[in-house]
């Protein structure tokens, strides 16, 4: 078994979390002022620095915190959770009472919904403006 860990690609990260938002680059960069090309640029990064990071994950929707810290194996065993609890909000473990992720999805929810009305406001200031 191999002890080489993975790089920290942090445009990997922002490319793999815009499409699981079901965004475009073009959505992305219209969100951030910006072309495709520059997102595609930023996506091939290794390393993108504090304030841009900053924007995109406003952009996306996320923290920085979660960008900084995704993981294609942290989604996998979040979405895991739901088959193994079979949609039980409650799971018994040694006679202890624990609560599901529900909340978290609640979270994720309102922090989407979140997000959507700060881009239609976004939407709404630009045809405003014209």
Avoid: W
Wanted: aromatic share 6%; net charge negative; charged share 25%.
């Amino acid at each position: 078994m191999s002890t080489i860990t993975k790089p920290n690609h942090i445009g990997r990260k922002i490319s793999r979390i815009r499409e699981l938002r079901d965004m475009k680059q073009e959505a992305l960069a219209q969100a951030l002022g910006t072309n495709q090309q520059a997102i595609s640029a930023i996506e091939n990064s290794e390393i993108v620095d504090e304030e841009k990071l900053i924007e995109v994950a406003k952009a996306l929707g996320v923290s920085v915190e979660a960008i900084k810290n995704f993981s294609e194996e942290g989604v996998i065993n979040y979405f895991n959770t739901f088959n193994e609890s079979h949609g039980n909000y409650f799971a018994s473990n040694n006679n202890t009472c624990t609560v599901n992720s529900l909340d978290k999805v609640v979270e994720l929810y309102e922090r989407l919904v979140q997000s959507e009305q700060e881009k239609v406001e976004y939407l709404e200031n630009i045809i405003k403006g014209k």
